[in-house]
């Protein structure tokens, strides 16, 4: 059975930062592409940053420059560095692991998703 266990969300004022974390079975963890979603109330989910296997990265135009993905495979666990949050980062984020292919990410495995809310 595959696990995604994502942890770190909370309230913070804006301008601050948040660190997530997800930790992953170790079975699929080294091998797949990793992604963040998050989906604020009343909007679609969105592919907020992928980390493929290899460690290339790329990231939705909205959080370039702000937010960080990482992967630690001796730790099973990909983490998400936010910084200089905004209040439209509010969302609820989700972890989740997938296929990278021709420039296409295809999620496969869901996370419960950490709330992260930005005050202003």
């Known amino acids: 059975q595959v696990q995604l266990v994502e942890s770190g969300g909370g309230l913070v004022q804006a301008g601050r930062s948040l660190r997530l974390s997800c930790a992953a079975s170790?079975?699929?963890?080294?091998?797949?592409?990793m992604a963040w979603y998050r989906q604020a109330p009343a909007k679609q989910r969105e592919l907020v940053a992928l980390i493929t296997s290899g460690g290339s990265t790329n990231y939705a135009d909205s959080v370039k420059g702000r937010f960080t993905i990482s992967r630690d495979n001796a730790k099973n666990t990909m983490y998400l560095q936010m910084n200089s949050l905004k209040p439209e980062d509010t969302a609820v984020y989700y972890c989740?692991?997938?296929?990278?292919?021709?420039?296409?990410?295809?999620?496969?495995?869901w996370g419960q998703g950490t709330q992260v809310t930005v005050s202003s």
């Open positions: 170790g079975s699929i963890f080294s091998s797949n592409a």
């Open positions: 989740n692991a997938g296929r990278y292919y021709s420039s296409i990410y295809s999620p496969d495995y």
